[in-house]
């Protein structure tokens, strides 16, 4: 348990709790398809969730065995590999089938059914590819636990007792000892007899005491405790962590003063889409006559994210540009190759050229265009096809003179320089109304517009060997899809524009100058490039151009408030695969957090760099994961600016004023009587509560795994308590 302070964050949290609301993100940025080809690179596989579970005779256990299957080079989630599922020790079968494929997050799983002989299961996955790797899980079937008899009816906090019964195990881990959820320590234990020292951190009350393996339980005994229990001193902007796996940290919470205290329960698990039981359980002082747990059940099962058209396509790509730059630099005959300099002209305006306009696996759009305008830094030319009345010379300088002035030397600034692989001078922006005919009539969101990668490698089929946005085309009818007037994509396109340029920034820096053999894990790119939207709209707010600066913000403010009006049921390293809106919102407002805390020049630093994901962000601020995590969403509900209040804060950024009124993220309140809530969260997710003890009293609050056990080492389950008032 670690204490410590940080201001007084009163203000900022009372600005916080407010009603959730949110508005809908009409756009996701996409870039990147689905591979033609794909060559298994060396993996590496790893315990997901599902290890360390109890069952009884013949019972399916309730949660899945999950592995995750990431490249041993690139440590990123490695999709289409088969995963062999195997019993290697005592009395069990697989109950789902005995081999499954990983999906896009890299996670494979299957169920187990337990036999009859009592005694350890040992249930091994084994990833098959060029080199195949293995991981054991540790299971345990066992009889039900019978509690008969305790050495005392009265006990104090702190104080051994002895508890009497059968089918205890002698091994100490194992026996869970619960005083109404809350775990005590046993010390000693045989077949009959277990010693377990009582929770310091309990009230004077009477408590329900139980013995539990996982979710196998005994019956309850009635157990007076006594006074003497620990209270914490906590002053206002004091922090508390709880975060050992196996739950034996309680903290006793003072009510006097009016005292409220945000609990935020969260795992700091990497492994997306695995899903992670907890229980939280609360003790009021108050409650003398004996527990009257208020038990609720929050989302046992994750929901699953909302499909989204452009998130979909996003996927596709990313994983073709990942397998394109892993063939590249991993093969002998690759390994350093730069791409091939193939030399273009500077455009002119009335140039006619013909560019290749991915669509599918194998399936490229020939499309002629002619150069309507061309910039200092852009060239846009525009498809001979597109429908009539789209935009006119002006449109396109409005765009050109935002790019050269602003987009450009922003995102430069901030991310690196982009390649000029055709000595042009210039990046091409193609409007097309191929990318129009890319989004289904009727799909949720649609594609804006993208970057691919594809076109920086110049040997590969269908790259246009040169720096190259595309964009759809105002098409008012809807000839090509849904109807997009002129006047929406006015508003829309110059944000795409900011996000796809840091995206080829990004892969320039990355694979083409340092040769990494993938792009940047989704979420993390994805951050990025939002964040140069928002640098974009900083550098208008700081010229007083109003117009601008929400142009360029709308769209991480509304992927923001959708992300904070759903915390518990989105992980911020994308469990879907595909990167969701609210997801996404995720990612900007981890990014914007990592550029307070640690520098303006962060983003720089992780795009000029070959790592990924988790391993990019603890190598660039020197703090491990889960420390970066539980500060970041102190600092999400805090909402304290001012660099007196970091870590837990925003400290140039007031999010109440950037997010707006009302604000999306509001704690659930659990007050002052007993409670129990129960649930499942992503990893990398979090669910916020308000605990209020009586004026008079305490509350006793204590996060363990599912069944009130212990939780999975893998879960990384941590629990934070700060006092707010």
């Known amino acids: 348990m670690i204490v410590h302070p940080s201001g007084d964050p009163t203000r900022g949290r009372r600005s916080a709790l407010r009603s959730v609301g949110f508005t809908a993100v009409l756009i996701l ?12 690179p060396p993996v590496e596989i790893f315990v997901a969730a599902g290890d360390q579970q109890y069952g009884t005779v013949g019972q399916t256990l309730g949660t899945p065995l999950q592995v995750e299957v990431r490249a041993l080079t690139t440590q990123l989630p490695q999709s289409g590999v088969q995963v062999a599922w195997s019993v290697v020790e005592g009395d069990a079968e697989i109950a789902g089938v005995s081999a499954t494929i990983s999906d896009s997050t890299g996670l494979a799983g299957t169920s187990v059914r337990l036999g009859t002989t009592i005694g350890d299961v040992v249930i091994r996955a084994t990833a098959q590819g060029q080199s195949p790797a293995s991981v054991d899980f540790q299971l345990f079937l066992v009889d039900h636990p ?54 310091s951190c309990l009230p004077e009350r009477d408590v329900d005491v139980s013995v ?45 003063g009016g005292a409220e205290y945000v609990l935020e329960v969260h795992t700091t698990s990497n492994a997306g889409a695995a899903a992670h039981a907890w229980t939280l359980t609360g003790l009021s002082s108050s409650s003398a006559t004996g527990p009257a747990l208020r038990s609720e059940e929050v989302q046992r099962r994750p929901s699953e994210p909302t499909p989204d058209i452009a998130a979909q396509w996003d996927a596709r790509l990313r994983e073709l540009e990942r397998t394109l730059t ?39 759009a020939s499309v002629t265009a002619v150069a309507r305008y061309v910039g200092d830094r852009a060239a846009f030319f525009v498809d001979q096809d597109a429908p009539e009345g789209g935009y006119t010379s002006d449109d396109l300088r409005a765009f050109s003179d935002q790019f050269d002035h602003v987009i450009w030397p922003v995102v430069t600034s901030a991310f690196g320089d982009p390649s000029d692989l055709d000595a042009n001078e210039r990046i091409v922006i193609l409007f097309t109304p191929v990318v129009n005919a890319l989004t289904p009539r009727g799909a949720t969101g649609f594609i804006g517009g993208f970057f691919f990668g594809l076109d920086l490698l110049p040997d590969e089929t269908g790259s246009n060997a040169g720096e190259l946005f595309y964009s759809l085309v105002p098409d008012p009818d809807g000839e090509y899809s849904d109807p997009r007037p002129k006047s929406a994509l006015q508003e829309i396109t110059p944000a795409v524009l900011s996000h796809e340029f840091q995206h080829m920034v990004n892969f320039n ?123 970041w969403w102190a600092a999400v509900v805090l909402d304290e600016p001012g660099a007196d209040a970091a870590p837990l804060a925003y400290p140039s950024v007031d999010l109440q004023g950037f997010l707006g009124d009302p604000f999306p993220l509001q704690p659930t309140p659990l007050g002052g009587a007993d409670f129990e809530r129960m649930g499942t969260l992503r990893s990398s997710s979090v669910a916020y509560y308000i605990v209020d003890p009586s004026e008079s009293g305490t509350m006793t609050v204590r996060l363990g795994g599912e069944g009130g056990g212990s939780s999975a080492p893998q879960a990384g389950l941590r629990m934070r308590i700060i006092r707010v008032q």
């Open 29 to 40: 940025y996409a870039c990147g398809g689905d591979p033609t080809t794909v060559l298994r």
């Open 146 to 199: 019978v509690l008969n008899d305790m050495s005392v009816a009265v006990a104090l906090p702190g104080e051994s007792i002895i508890l009497t019964g059968e089918n205890f195990i002698p091994e100490l881990g194992h026996n869970v000892v619960l005083f109404s959820g809350v775990r005590g320590e046993v010390t000693a234990a045989t077949p009959s007899e277990l010693v377990v020292r009582v929770p």
């Open 212 to 256: 539990r393996f996982g979710t196998v339980g005994s019956s309850s005994l009635g157990l007076s405790v006594g006074a003497g229990g620990e209270v914490a001193a906590l002053g206002i902007g004091d922090v508390v962590d709880a975060f050992d796996a196996p739950g034996l940290t309680c903290v006793t919470l003072p009510g006097a």
């Open 326 to 364: 892993a063939d590249r630099w991993s093969t002998p005959e690759g390994a350093g190759r730069g791409p091939a300099s193939v030399i273009q002209p500077a455009p002119q305006v009335n140039d006619v050229r013909t560019f290749q306009v991915y669509r599918n696996p194998g399936d490229f």
């Open 509 to 631: 820096e990355r694979v083409l100058l340092r040769g990494a053999q993938a792009n940047e894990a989704v979420w993390l790119s994805e951050g990025l490039a939002q964040f140069a939207e928002e640098l974009v709209a900083r550098s208008y707010e700081e010229a007083g151009d109003v117009e601008n600066t929400e142009l360029f913000r709308e769209g991480v403010r509304d992927r923001s408030r959708r992300y904070l009006g759903d915390t518990e049921n989105v992980s911020l390293i994308i469990s879907s695969g595909n990167g969701t809106l609210e997801e996404r919102g995720a990612g900007y407002l981890y990014t914007a957090y990592l550029t307070d805390r640690f520098g303006s020049d962060l983003p720089g630093r992780l795009a000029r760099t070959t790592r990924t994901g988790v391993a990019n962000v603890e190598a660039e601020t020197g703090t491990p994961w889960r420390d970066v995590l539980s500060d």
